[in-house]
């Protein structure tokens, strides 16, 4: 199915525009190396798309409860870059300029930052979303990253490319695929896959946190400090996520272990005290988990 500008708004009905947001929203200290999160931009969704497993009145309380909006949400673009030296390594690509006209903002982030496209050596892909995968080619249908090494988990590369994808996925979401396949096309001569529990690259495992998509991981971080992890999208709410892990999101492909992987992750970081990055969380996504009871409860860095 070829990718279209009718297909795109077709599947983007629900994101709808929102507001520019900063080049650089926050950044953390790993020993040697530094953490930024670099701003691609914003997206908003109806709030409808928050918790599809969930009583509607049950999530209005909540929200309201928390002072957050009940109606629609608004998520930030988070692409976190660990630098060392002159080295960088980019945790997925954001959506690119061909998204939504408030997508695509990650290269001018990356200049105003003082990062050079050319100087990233790996970019670890959690999934294959539009919103983290098309920002990886640049106006030319080039890496945008021209000297990186792409990493993506091999299971995410098998379900994107398996011939009964469109039967998988609802209709609106079928540019969703037509996409991860272009993209993935393009970058495959630079393109590795590895599994969960591999040192990506060195310091660099991936973790395996599927159902938000069939491949989707989280990345564990310890190059010496703290460890630190990455999370992708199985954190994107402040508090929906944490304080009803169970719950499942409009995007999530498979509810069931999306959850199990959510609640999973968040006692291992609650647990081991890590911190994370999570990519559509607010301050940069920037935080920790604390058990709360049953569930848990999110703590913003400071």
Request: with cysteine; hydrophobic share 40%.
């Amino acid at each position: 199915m070829p990718l279209t500008r009718r297909t795109l708004i077709t599947t983007s009905a629900v994101l709808v525009a929102s507001g520019p947001a900063r080049a650089q929203v926050a950044s953390t200290r790993m020993g040697a190396a530094e953490l930024a999160v670099l701003s691609d931009g914003t997206i908003t969704l109806p709030g409808s798309m928050l918790a599809r497993n969930a009583p509607r009145e049950e999530v209005t309380s909540l929200l309201t409860a928390a002072g957050l909006p009940t109606e629609e949400v608004t998520n930030a673009l988070n692409v976190p870059v660990l630098r060392t030296g002159d080295t960088l390594v980019m945790f997925d690509c954001g959506a690119g300029r061909n998204f939504l006209p408030t997508t695509g903002r990650l290269p001018d982030s990356m200049e105003r930052a003082g990062m050079d496209p050319a100087k990233v050596k790996h970019v670890l892909f959690t999934h294959a979303h539009p919103d983290h995968l098309w920002g990886a080619l640049d106006e030319f249908d080039t890496p945008a990253c021209p000297n990186a090494t792409y990493h993506l988990s091999q299971a995410e590369w098998d379900f994107w490319f398996d011939p009964g994808v469109y039967g998988r996925l609802p209709e609106d979401r079928h540019a969703f695929a037509a996409g991860a396949q272009r993209v993935l096309k393009a970058l495959e001569p630079q393109l590795k896959r590895f599994r969960p529990g591999e040192e990506v690259v060195p310091g660099i495992a991936a973790i395996d946190t599927a159902g938000h998509t069939p491949g989707h991981v989280s990345f564990e971080v310890r190059l010496g400090g703290d460890p630190f992890v990455i999370v992708g999208d199985a954190f994107t709410h402040p508090v929906l996520s944490f304080a009803r892990p169970d719950w499942t999101t409009g995007f999530d492909q498979d509810g069931a272990s999306a959850a199990a992987s959510r609640r999973r992750l968040l006692g291992k970081l609650a647990s081991e005290k890590l911190a994370f990055s999570a990519y559509h969380l607010p301050g940069g996504g920037l935080g920790r988990a604390e058990a709360n009871g049953t569930s848990f409860r999110l703590v913003p860095a400071t």
